[in-house]
């Protein structure tokens, strides 16, 4: 089983500040690397897929960027709007898995 | 719309069975795998298990396998998770969600979740 994990476990951010979570896996997995963005009492939504492709309707100051092992999610120019926990998920292999998640104070 | 709508809330006594649904409208349904993910009170995602509505071919995480059962009915559009004995341990929010088109390997919309709750 491939083994994600993020850093940090925790931020607490400001308005307007740029934001950078990293995921690294266990073993290479490519770009088969997408994150999410879960509110409190939401279902997760997909924010970047494969790495670094944008998603329909999500913000542009969403990205990300790697492959491999190592991975990073940046939110440029934060609002409030963003407080949430963020997950990485591979899909690279079965069992798919997720990373423990980080969570955004503002 | 793609939309995947679970059913209610669940309180069940251990030893006791349950199977939620999870159905999905304003696609084909057949053409996306359907995936299973857990979530423990205060706690990160878990993949359990992933169904092709088109065949049924199911894949389930080795963590979860033996301890629930997928399956779906593609006449009405809903895939299930059930368990047949159920434990404390099994308290969680359960949701499902869509894989992408062709071999995407992403999960485009999720379900608004069922939590389910195991108490004596």
């Known amino acids: 089983e491939i083994v994600l994990t993020q850093s940090p476990d925790f931020q607490s951010v400001t308005p307007k500040e740029k934001v950078t979570i990293t995921c690294r896996a266990s073993q290479s997995i490519g770009s088969n690397l997408h994150w999410y963005q879960q509110k409190p009492d939401q279902s997760p939504k997909l924010v970047i897929k494969?790495?670094?492709l944008s998603i329909s309707g999500v913000p542009s100051r969403f990205s990300g960027s790697g492959s491999g092992t190592d991975f990073t999610l940046t939110i440029n120019s934060l609002e409030a709007e963003d407080a949430a926990v963020y997950y990485c998920?591979?899909?690279?292999?079965?069992?798919?898995?997720f990373g423990q998640g980080t969570k955004l104070e503002i | 719309e793609v939309q995947l709508v679970q059913s209610g809330a669940e309180v069940k006594k251990p030893g006791e069975s349950l199977k939620i649904s999870c159905k999905g409208s304003?696609?084909?349904?057949?053409?996306?795998?359907i995936g299973w993910v857990r979530q423990m009170p205060g706690k990160g995602l878990e993949w359990m298990a992933i169904i092709y509505p088109g065949d049924s071919d199911t894949r389930y995480n080795p963590s979860f396998e033996g301890q629930v059962t997928i399956s779906v009915d593609k006449s009405i559009s809903v895939a299930y998770l059930q368990w047949s004995s159920l434990k404390a341990s099994d308290t969680a929010m359960f949701y499902c969600a869509r894989r992408g088109a062709d071999s995407a390997n992403y999960y485009d919309y999720w379900g608004q979740g069922t939590l389910v709750t195991v108490s004596s």
């Open positions: 304003g696609y084909t349904f057949t053409n996306h795998w």
């Open positions: 998920h591979q899909s690279s292999s079965l069992p798919h898995t």
């Open positions: 494969y790495a670094s």
